[in-house]
């Protein structure tokens, strides 16, 4: 197929970009409408850049746990009966009774990694993997000049096309962070290309490595380190005085409840600014105090032997990263000594968080007609459509990239499993709408 759609060619009501938990759940969501109500098919297709599912591959690090419950999977808080829940995928595997046993609510990374491998799989018949958006576009016409359809632009395998749709549904996750002036290469890696990058290493040559960062990928990758390089310095490059703790207790979990992306988004800006002010230790540049402990273990137990290598530079960043001869340079800036500070390593790894999904690259020219908030981010509706300055018959929606108008949840999966419920009721919905007044303007014409 080209690369231009024409008016005629088969019409989705919605197309999924990205296929990672968010619109996997989106998937779920839509296949349980098909079952509660046949009478209005939603046809629904997702496109994936990977050649197959994988939920962040390079941190699915041995021991790495769920920061969630398991009951915040793909479907039960929206459907507590669905097949297609954690303990459903349990059932299946032959291990429900034993992980009731083990009385934990943290599953590994790994285990729920293979729950959304189970779920992705029944879905798989949506799903085009090896297929990467490269735009959206507003397609020209439509009832009284408002553009209903869009266009995305797909490339894959077998080249590029153009699939037309009523909705999209943006999901294309988190993007990686480095320090302005650093570049990832052989032997400076962002967490995201963790296991990919040291898998590939000659870990001989590995005598000494750095993790830069006091969030969870840091203290996990660390530990890592430690465990699988035994005769290496590993250095940790700690903006605080030490790692402080993700406040998962009981009060300050309700920031994560259904019900709460209702009052951050209906609360005005000082409760919104309250949320964050109050509650972001419970999400960025902190780490579960399991992991912590651990890794005061391990370097007060190294002091008892006498054998350091695992160090942690206290209140220091990375200023910059030099190459010298075939060794990395750190640049510090370490608060309490003044003086700049250098450390050379062998590899370096950055955990240094994340930027939030914008679709603005995706739209092109068509986000001029999406408005923004006096920050500049894009104002969104609650159903998570982003607001047009002009009427459109068409819908974005978005899966992530939303803190700033539903709240703490928008990048993590909390909340999934009812947000993808709420995209698609409100994508049902205003398609009947929309056929509604189409209906009453033929009546009217007729009359
Ligand atoms: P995700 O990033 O998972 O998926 C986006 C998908 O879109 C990717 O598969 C990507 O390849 C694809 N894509 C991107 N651009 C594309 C394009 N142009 N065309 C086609 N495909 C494209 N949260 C939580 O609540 N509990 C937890 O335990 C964790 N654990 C965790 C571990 C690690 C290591 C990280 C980095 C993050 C977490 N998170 C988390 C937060 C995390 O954001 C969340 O778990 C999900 O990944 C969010 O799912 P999404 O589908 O929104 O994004
Ligand atoms: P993060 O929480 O955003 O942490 C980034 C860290 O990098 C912060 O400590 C930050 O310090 C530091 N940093 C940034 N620039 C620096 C520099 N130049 N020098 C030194 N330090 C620097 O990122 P993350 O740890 O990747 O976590 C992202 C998300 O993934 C979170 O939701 C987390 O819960 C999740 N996650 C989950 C798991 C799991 O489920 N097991 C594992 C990993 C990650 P400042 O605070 O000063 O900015």
Not at 361 to 376: M, S, T, Y
Request: with cysteine.
């Amino acid at each position: 197929m080209g690369t231009a759609g024409s008016r005629n060619q088969e019409i989705h009501d919605v197309v999924g970009i990205g296929f990672g938990p968010s619109n996997l759940s989106l998937a779920i969501a839509l296949e349980e409408h098909q079952t509660t109500s046949p009478g209005q098919p939603v046809k629904a297709a997702f496109f994936e850049q990977q050649a197959e599912f994988g939920w962040h591959r390079n941190m699915l690090l041995p021991n790495a746990t769920m920061q969630i419950s398991f009951l915040k999977d793909l479907a039960t808080f929206r459907n507590p009966t669905s097949r297609f829940s954690f303990v459903s995928y349990l059932h299946a595997a032959g291990r429900l009774v034993q992980f009731v046993n083990n009385q934990d609510f943290f599953p590994t990374r790994r285990e729920f990694h293979g729950y959304l491998e189970w779920a992705a799989a029944q879905v798989a018949d949506r799903v085009s993997y090896g297929s990467r958006v490269t735009a959206i576009r507003p397609v020209p016409g439509g009832v009284a000049g408002v553009a209903d359809l869009l266009d995305v632009e797909v490339s894959g395998p077998t080249g590029t096309r153009v699939v037309r749709t009523r909705n999209v549904a943006v999901s294309t996750g988190l993007v990686p962070r480095l320090p302005a002036g650093v570049t990832s290469d052989e032997r400076v890696w962002h967490s995201s290309e963790f296991l990919a990058k040291f898998g590939a290493a000659d870990k001989a040559g590995l005598r000494s490595v750095a993790v830069v960062g006091a969030g969870q990928s840091a203290a996990e990758i660390a530990r890592y380190l430690h465990d699988n390089l035994p005769a290496a310095q590993v250095s940790a490059v700690v903006p605080s005085y030490g790692y402080t703790v993700a406040d998962d207790t009981p009060f300050a979990n309700q920031i994560f409840d259904p019900a709460a992306v209702d009052e951050y988004y209906f609360g005005g800006a000082r409760a919104r600014d309250a949320f964050w002010r109050y509650h972001r230790n419970t999400n960025y540049s902190v780490v579960d105090s399991d992991v912590i402990r651990d890794l005061f273990q391990r370097t007060y137990d190294e002091q008892v032997e006498g054998a350091k290598r695992l160090h942690f530079r206290n209140l220091t960043k990375v200023a910059e990263v030099r190459r010298v001869g075939d060794r990395t340079r750190l640049v510090l800036d370490a608060l309490l000594d003044g003086e700049p500070q250098h450390l050379d390593v062998d590899a370096v790894v950055f955990a240094t968080g994340y930027d939030v999904l914008d679709p603005a690259r995706l739209l092109g020219d068509f986000d001029r007609n999406f408005l923004r908030d006096e920050a500049g981010r894009h104002q969104v509706e609650r159903d998570y459509r982003l607001v047009s300055s002009v009427e459109l018959g068409c819908g974005v929606y978005l899966q992530g990239g939303t803190e700033h108008t539903h709240g703490l949840s928008s990048s993590l999966l909390s909340n999934i499993a009812v947000r993808s419920g709420e995209i698609a009721d409100s994508i049902v919905l205003r398609r009947a709408e929309q056929q509604l007044t189409q209906e009453r303007a033929v009546v009217r014409a007729a009359a």
